[in-house]
C-alpha cells in the first residue's frame, strides 16, 4: 500500500490530485490481502456508515479515464485494480467467448479481437481506459454499445471477498449507464441488504475483475453511424472489411479529440441531451441544421424499479419520472453542438479550454487545477441553458468530495 500517492500517471485529466492511500491488485489473492489491511477496512467502515450522502471512502480507480477528482486531495482509499489475461473460453461455428480481465487495456483488446477477424468490437476502436470499466457506463461509440458484447460480468465484495456473475440482463445497461454506474441511487434511499449494510454501498463496493464477452464469427458492419461512409468513400473502400472499420474509426477519432498522454481531456465531458419532442422542434424552429437521433426505448433498469417502489422520496421520484419520460418521447441533441453553437469551442482559459475539433471535449493544458475545470464547467452549462434552455450534464464521473 501506498501513502499520498499521485494519481497524475492514472487520470487521463493528467491533475497531480494526491491519494491519502493508494493499493494496486494484480491478483484475487491481491484482493483477500486488501480486505484485512487496517486502513482499508477504517475506510470501509466509513464509508458503510454514510446512509444518506453520495459520498465514500473508497474508489475504485480504473484506467482514468473518465474521472474528475473536484479536489487536488483524495482523503481515502483509491483501490486500483489491475488484474491481466485473455482467455479464449469457448468457440462454436457462429461466436467466440472471451474472457478479458480488468487490467487489459480497452483499444488493446480490440485490436485483439479485430485481428481475430472478430465481429463486435470494431466501432469501439481506440477509446481510452480499462476493460474492467467498460461496462460500468455501457462505452459506446460510432453506433456500437459495449452491452451488445457483454455476455457476463464477474466482480468482487470488497466487503466480504465474496465474488458474483451479473448476466448482461442483470447489468441494466442503458445510454452510458448501468447498475454499476447506478449504484447510489439505491445508497441515498438507505435501503438495507440482508447483513444490515445500505443496498447501494455493498455495490460501491463490488469491483469488477473481469468481463466475458460473445463476439461473432460473422458479422454486419455499422457503416450508417457518423462520417465512417463518407471516410470509406472518400479513400475508395467500397467493399470495407472488419479491419478497415476499425482503422476508419481510429482515423475519425484522431481527427477529433486529442491525443490521450498529450493533452489532458476525457473525451466527451457532457452526455448528449435529451429533450422533448416539443423542446427540439422550438430548437429546429430557429436553428434548421440541428443535428438529433432518436432515444432508443429502453426497459427501466432494476435499480429505477426499485426507487419506484419506494415511497416517501420524491427527489428520487423525480429522478425517476424523468427517466420514464426520457424512454418514451425524446430526441437526442448532441451537446458538442450547443456548445459549439454557444460560441465556446477553441476556448482557453488559462490552463483549462474547449478542443478546437469537438467542442464536447474539455482540455487541461499541464498545470492546472481541477477548479478550473469546474469554473469552465458551470460556465459552459449555465450559457447553453441561457441560449437553448437546454440542461446538460457531464458524462464524465465527478468524484464526490469527502
Ligand atoms: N458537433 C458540432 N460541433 C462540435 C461537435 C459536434 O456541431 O464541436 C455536431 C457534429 O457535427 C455532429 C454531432 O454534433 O453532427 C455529433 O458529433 P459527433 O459525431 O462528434 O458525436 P458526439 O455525439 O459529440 C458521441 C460520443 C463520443 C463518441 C462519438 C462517436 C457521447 C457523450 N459522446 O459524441 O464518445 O466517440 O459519439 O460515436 O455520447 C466519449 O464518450 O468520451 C466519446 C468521445
Not at 483501490?79 to 480488468?102: F, H, Q, S, W
Not at 455476455?151 to 468482487?156: A, E
Not at 477529433?256 to 422533448?276: D, H, R, W
Not at 441553458?385 to 440542461?391: L, M, V
Request: charged fraction near 25%; proline fraction near 4%; glycine fraction near 8%.
Amino acid at each position: 500500500m501506498e501513502k499520498d500517492f499521485s494519481l497524475r500517471e492514472l487520470n487521463t485529466f493528467g491533475f497531480d490530485v494526491k491519494a491519502r492511500y493508494f493499493q494496486e491488485l494484480k491478483t484475487l489473492d491481491d484482493v483477500q490481502e486488501l480486505i484485512r489491511n487496517h486502513e482499508f477496512i477504517s475506510c470501509r467502515d466509513a464509508a458503510l456508515s454514510r446512509l444518506n450522502g453520495n459520498t465514500s471512502h473508497i474508489l475504485i480507480l480504473s484506467g482514468g479515464s473518465n474521472i474528475l477528482f473536484p479536489d487536488e486531495f483524495y482523503d481515502g482509499f483509491v483501490v486500483y485494480p489491475n488484474l491481466k489475461g485473455i482467455d479464449i473460453l469457448d468457440e462454436n461455428a457462429e461466436t467466440v467467448m472471451i474472457r478479458c480481465y480488468c487490467g487489459e487495456v480497452w483499444k488493446d483488446f480490440v485490436d485483439y479481437t479485430v485481428s481475430l477477424n472478430l465481429y463486435g468490437l470494431e466501432n469501439l476502436a481506440d477509446i481510452p481506459g480499462k476493460v474492467g470499466a467498460a461496462p460500468v457506463q455501457n462505452i459506446g461509440a460510432y453506433g456500437a454499445e459495449v452491452k451488445d458484447t457483454v455476455y457476463q460480468v464477474h466482480t468482487i465484495d470488497l466487503a466480504t471477498g465474496e465474488t458474483k456473475i451479473f448476466s448482461n440482463e442483470e447489468c441494466n445497461f442503458s445510454y452510458r449507464n448501468s447498475i454499476f454506474k447506478n449504484q447510489w441511487i439505491t445508497h441515498a434511499l438507505s435501503q438495507r441488504d440482508t447483513t444490515g449494510y445500505p443496498v447501494g454501498t455493498r455495490h460501491a463496493l463490488s469491483m469488477i475483475f473481469a468481463v466475458d464477452f460473445v463476439l461473432k464469427k460473422h458479422g454486419e458492419l455499422k457503416l450508417d453511424y457518423g462520417n465512417i461512409r463518407n471516410y470509406l468513400i472518400a479513400n475508395n473502400i467500397t467493399n470495407p472489411t472488419l479491419k478497415d472499420v476499425a482503422a476508419t474509426v481510429k482515423a475519425i477519432r484522431a481527427e477529433k479529440l486529442p491525443e490521450v498522454g498529450v493533452v489532458g481531456s476525457v473525451g466527451s465531458f457532457f452526455q448528449n441531451a435529451i429533450v422533448t419532442m416539443d423542446k427540439y422542434l422550438e430548437i429546429k424552429e430557429l436553428y434548421p441544421d440541428v443535428p438529433s437521433y432518436p432515444v432508443e426505448i429502453s426497459p427501466l433498469p432494476a435499480v429505477a424499479r426499485d426507487v419506484i417502489n419506494t415511497e416517501g422520496n420524491n427527489k428520487h421520484k423525480n429522478v425517476i419520472s424523468s427517466e420514464v419520460e426520457k424512454s418514451h418521447k425524446s430526441i437526442k441533441i448532441p451537446s458538442g453542438w450547443l456548445i459549439d453553437r454557444a460560441g465556446w469551442k477553441g476556448y482557453r482559459e488559462n490552463h483549462v479550454g474547449v478542443w478546437d475539433k469537438q467542442a464536447l471535449v474539455l482540455v487541461h493544458y499541464g498545470g492546472g487545477k481541477p477548479s478550473e475545470i469546474l469554473d469552465l464547467m458551470k460556465k459552459i452549462q449555465d450559457s447553453v441553458y441561457k441560449k437553448f434552455g437546454i440542461e446538460i450534464n457531464p458524462e464524465v464521473n465527478i468524484v464526490a468530495s469527502l
